[in-house]
């Protein structure tokens, strides 16, 4: 059998390989980001929020909805996958702004890794434009939303979450500051349970 042969019998088998291999490729970058909103799952996201990491100046915040139930409750779930969408689409926003990277941890919970100097100047502007309302078939859909995050030197990734998260529920729990913002860090939150 000649050269020729051989690679023209081969071509089928080379062929096949090629395609189950983009096939998994394709399989695996849709499992790691959230149909829905179109961000990272949580898997995906802490990849990245790993590698983020390894630079140093970073910060890790987790964002809770406020309300989120109640939309779901008074106007269906086609509403509250609305509100999902559009929080997805503003924190891409968001993050693609300040360097960052988004992704959906479940339900209606979601994290952000990004520079410490931008998530300490933009946090108000976050908190803002994930409170701003959504206009769903002429319903303007409003949520809230609680956001802990703390600055991540010296932490893994582990530790980070926990205690953005920890911030996070300490806002939730004592219903925040006075007026709509509702935000702080876990240095902030150390501070106002030892007052």
Partial sequence: MSLIEQVVSAAPFAAGWT?????????????????????L??????KAALRRLLR??????VIDLDGFKAVNDTYGHAAGD??????????????GASNGVAGRLGGDEFALVMSDTDFRAGIEQLHDLLTAPVD??????????????VIAEGLTLSEALSQADQAMYQ?????????????????????EVTR
């Fill in 82 to 95: 609305a509100v999902l969408k559009a929080t997805g689409h503003r924190l891409h926003l968001w993050a």
């Fill in 136 to 149: 769903w078939h002429g319903q303007q859909l409003e949520v809230g939303a609680s956001i802990g995050g």
């Fill in 41 to 46: 799952t949580r898997d995906g996201w802490e």
């Fill in 56 to 61: 140093g100046n970073t910060a890790v915040a």
């Fill in 171 to 191: 806002i939730k729990g004592s219903g925040g500051r006075r007026g709509p913002r509702r935000h702080q860090t876990a240095a902030e939150a150390h501070r």
């Fill in 19 to 39: 395609t189950y291999g983009l096939f998994s490729r394709r399989r695996l970058a849709a499992a790691r980001h959230c149909p829905l909103t179109q961000l």
